[in-house]
């Protein structure tokens, strides 16, 4: 047994909002008293940062493109 998805017709997505046509998301605004720091100053001229939490390790990594990656 086979499933064929149905795909919308460009007349359905030209009927939604256009909130739900962006592609990229919307930046999240920080709290007021969230604490901000650069990706500069915390890597300090590195590529990783191994961040501990709760006993378990996180390694922040800054990719060839200029991205952030956090992985466990």
């Given at each position: 047994?086979?499933?064929t998805?149905v795909l919308?017709t460009?007349?359905d997505l030209?009927?939604r909002?256009l909130?739900l ?5 919307q ?5 007021p008293g969230?604490r ?8 300090a001229?590195?590529r990783?940062?191994?961040i501990?939490h ?8 800054l990719?060839?493109?200029?991205k ?5």
């Open positions: 047994m086979s499933t998805a919308p460009p007349a030209l009927s909002p909130g046509l962006r592609l990229k998301p930046a999240v605004t920080p709290e969230a901000r720091i650069s990706s500069q100053n915390l890597l001229g590195e990783e940062l191994v501990t709760q006993g378990s390790e996180y390694h922040l990594r990719t060839r493109n200029d952030l990656i956090l992985t466990k």
